[in-house]
């Protein structure tokens, strides 16, 4: 993702049952991979941790994060993200792979966001796949 300068939009997270939800100004354009929310607000709606993953900051060093899933709506797109359980002190932000899950990409110099076209794979001729070297059929 190229750099951009950082700008808000509204961002409602809802538990993956959609029982629960909270509407919040998350930052975009600051190089994160997922939405990062203050966990005191992820755990009000019912989202508790689920697995742990290694993340890097932007001075280098590494940090061990607690993620969970959640249903995520920007702009009208609606679709589920992992969330990362943020600092209570730090604002919402909105990373790039929730962006790609809602279909969504920055516009270059407009600080604000657009729908963009999925992609699927070709439709052309897939090669055979190679056979395994231990398969019995061989001579």
């Known amino acids: 993702m190229e750099n951009v300068e950082p700008f ?3 961002m409602t997270v809802q538990s993956i049952d959609g029982a629960h939800e909270r ?3 998350a930052l975009v ?9 203050p966990a005191s607000v992820l755990q009000n709606i019912g989202i508790e941790p689920t697995r742990r993953h290694t993340f890097r900051l932007p001075d280098g060093r590494q940090k061990l994060g ?3 899933d959640a249903l ?3 702009d009208g797109m609606t679709g589920p993200s992992p969330v990362v359980f943020g600092p209570e002190d730090s604002p919402a932000r909105v990373g790039y ?3 790609s899950a809602l279909l969504l990409d920055i ?3 407009e600080q604000r966001l657009t729908p963009v076209d999925g ?3 070709g439709f052309h001729p897939v090669p055979p796949r190679p056979v395994p070297v231990d398969n019995p059929k061989l001579p």
């Open 72 to 74: 995520i709506t920007i």
């Open 23 to 25: 509407t919040v100004d």
């Open 97 to 99: 792979l929730t962006l």
């Open 8 to 10: 808000w939009v509204k």
């Open 66 to 68: 607690q993620v969970s």
């Open 107 to 109: 516009v270059p110099g």
């Open 29 to 37: 354009g600051t190089g994160a991979s997922f939405a990062v929310l």
């Open 119 to 121: 992609r699927l794979p």
